[in-house]
């Protein structure tokens, strides 16, 4: 996915500014300041006034909406795989992932993987401890099994339970679970496509997995990705105009080359450098507002930079002063300081661009001013 900056304010705004630049050196090189605004002036018969508030220089990029990178589930189980998920369903904690040869294999929540058997040791002085165990008999107690102690100890009283839950499950109640009995996971997951097909060995990656939270990705260009430090608020617009909010949650490590940027000719290692992509994950909490979107492309806005309670005015009200710099030509209304003598320049110092506006500053520059906008 490619991205697109289809906002560059403050590009927009030096292109303004070169505009009405030559229409500030005409003005102040032919006329005595007290011409009415005529076609022949130069000037044209807009006005507005001075605005104090905050300026926002805000960057759009393209994302994808989806449910974020597939995830591949390698089976330990062994045997022969007798039923597998449909595509998008939701799988949450005590649900079937798989069946191989028909006894299922059940998702639990957890960081460590399964790794060893879990069972009574043949020594009642040297029972099997770990904190494998705990996370095992956590789930256990979450999915409504009582009668043992949450604990880092695999006891009696936790392969009784576990019997009981081997009855409901449909398997052997022998108070022991295999490596390839469950699989563990952070929390509910999506399916998003199966490698094999019922009836194949159960070996290998059988089906990989998604969130089932959508978040948005954009691949940023490497050189330009200061905006996503993780937990910036940025703001997402759908194809359908509404915005919510987002928050950058992860920051790929590693650039990639950009689609098209190998392979070329008179490409090389400088050109994919300059092309290379960081991916950048965005999470979006209010899933609601999202509506019933599953993969589509978005737009994400940024805040460059911010500059609160400034002098503003647009972009096309700025002239070039014969002086150098720029300025404001006032509307003939008695001047800055009511003297009367009708239109003349005063010079500014100008700050920030964005959407069109720019921050200006100097001492004969006030809110509520009212200034002309040349033609």
Known sequence: MGVGRRSVLVAAGAVAVSAVAVVGALGLGGGDGSDSGG??????????????????????????????????????AEGTITWLPKAEKTVTRGQTLQRVDEKPVVLLYGDLPMYRELAVGRDPDRPLRGLDVKQFESNLAMLGYSGFTVDDTYSQLTADAVKRWQRDLGRPRTGKVGIGDIAYVSGPIRIARTSVRVGAQATGNVLSYTSTARSVTVDAPAGETGWAERGNQVTVELPDGHTVKGRVAEVGQDASPAQGAEGGDGGGEGDAAKNAKVPVLIRIKDQEALGQLSSTPVTVRYVGRERENVLTVPVAALVALAEG?????????????GDGKGNRFVAVKTGLFANGKVEVSGSAVREGLKVRIPE
């Open 39 to 76: 076609s022949d002036s130069g000037r044209g018969d807009r006005t507005v006034r001075v605005t104090r508030g905050t300026l926002v220089d805000e960057t759009a990029v393209d994302g994808t909406l989806d449910h974020g990178p597939e995830v591949p589930f390698e089976t330990r």
């Open 325 to 337: 710099g720029h300025g404001l030509e006032l509307a003939d209304d008695g001047g800055a300081d």
